[in-house]
């Protein structure tokens, strides 16, 4: 059986039938073949230089940002992920957070948790009809996004390398689409290319009616600058799935209300962690049977 590296735990959906096929190790070793890492971890290039026998890398996660690909690509590692079969679920937590920050959801549960429904009524929020949804990545999942926001009568802009054959405007740089946007929602790649994007004169061109959604990676926004931000009502709100530092979350982000967290739960239903299992015991076995891979990113 083929020794695959799991150097972080993985769900029980996964690590049995990785079990089932292969000899897992959980420390680095000779023997080893494969790697299997969720979205988004860092696999350090010290790691891959400690395996000689590495063939692929299978991320358990549309995001690769973690995998360094040019030290794969000089090794001839393959390197695969689980695109499509979390589209959906991610755009809909990005249609959630942005009703969240719209409707004030998060504030109006503590309110009423709070008790203090009886000692007065919530204040008044904004509606999405007529508002502009700016997507940074128009991807799968950026135009899934779109697709759903539109049904909510929003207008649809978009930042990307290029113009896509899409009926939303295009918007040719990021701070344009900040500033036609009122809710800027992150959902383009992380990595070094994508580093801080949405820093703090993309925020202030979103400005004080603005809100900031991110199901991305944390990576792409400057924290500090978002913080800086919310605490002076240089924006409205945001809308957060992901963190620079997950799972660590700053104190002073948690300490704006206006904040909605989430503990980057995007693809995380029963249905979508399956199916993104699947990918990655398919893709191993595609890969040691010698067939063409299912998702190869590289
Ligand atoms: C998961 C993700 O959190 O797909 C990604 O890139 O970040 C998420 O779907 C993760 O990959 C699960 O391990």
Redesign the pocket.
Same mark, same amino acid.
Not at 60 to 63: D, E, N, Q, R, S
């Given at each position: 059986m083929p020794t695959v590296l799991t150097p972080v735990p993985l769900p029980d959906f996964l690590a049995a039938p990785l079990a089932a096929n292969h000899d897992c190790v959980k420390i680095p070793e000779a023997a080893v073949r494969a790697m299997v890492v969720? /979205? /988004?971890y860092a696999v350090p290039e010290a790691m891959i230089a400690a395996l000689p026998g590495l063939e692929i890398i299978s991320v358990? /996660?549309?995001?690769y940002d973690g995998v360094p690909l040019p030290a794969c690509q000089a090794r001839g590692i393959r390197v695969t992920n689980?695109p499509d079969v979390?589209t959906d679920d991610?755009a809909d937590i990005a249609v959630a957070l942005v009703l969240m920050t719209s409707r004030r959801l998060g504030e109006a549960e503590r309110h009423v948790r709070g008790g203090q429904w009886p000692l007065g009524t919530f204040p008044l929020a904004h509606a999405l009809r007529g508002k502009t949804a700016g997507i940074l990545g128009l991807g799968r999942i950026g135009k899934a996004i779109a697709r759903r926001l539109e049904a909510f009568g929003m207008k649809i802009a978009y930042h990307g390398r290029r113009p896509q054959p899409v009926p939303f405007s295009f918007c040719p740089s990021l701070r344009e689409l900040a500033q036609v946007s009122d809710f800027l929602i992150v959902a383009c790649p992380g990595g070094p290319g994508t580093r801080h994007l949405i820093d703090a004169e993309v925020l202030a061109d979103l400005g004080s009616k603005g809100t900031l959604i991110n199901i991305a990676r944390g990576s792409v926004v400057d924290e500090q600058a978002l913080i800086r931000a919310l605490e002076s009502g240089g924006i409205r709100s945001a809308g957060l799935d992901v963190f620079e530092n997950e799972p660590q979350v700053p104190e002073r982000l948690l300490a704006c209300p206006q904040a909605v967290v989430l503990p980057?739960l995007?693809?995380?239903t029963h249905e979508t962690r399956r199916a993104?299992a699947q990918l990655v015991v398919d893709n191993l076995a595609a890969h040691f049977a010698g067939q063409p891979l299912i998702t190869p990113v590289s």
């Open positions: 969720p /979205g /988004g358990f /996660g549309v995001g689980t979390l991610v980057h995007g693809s995380a993104m």
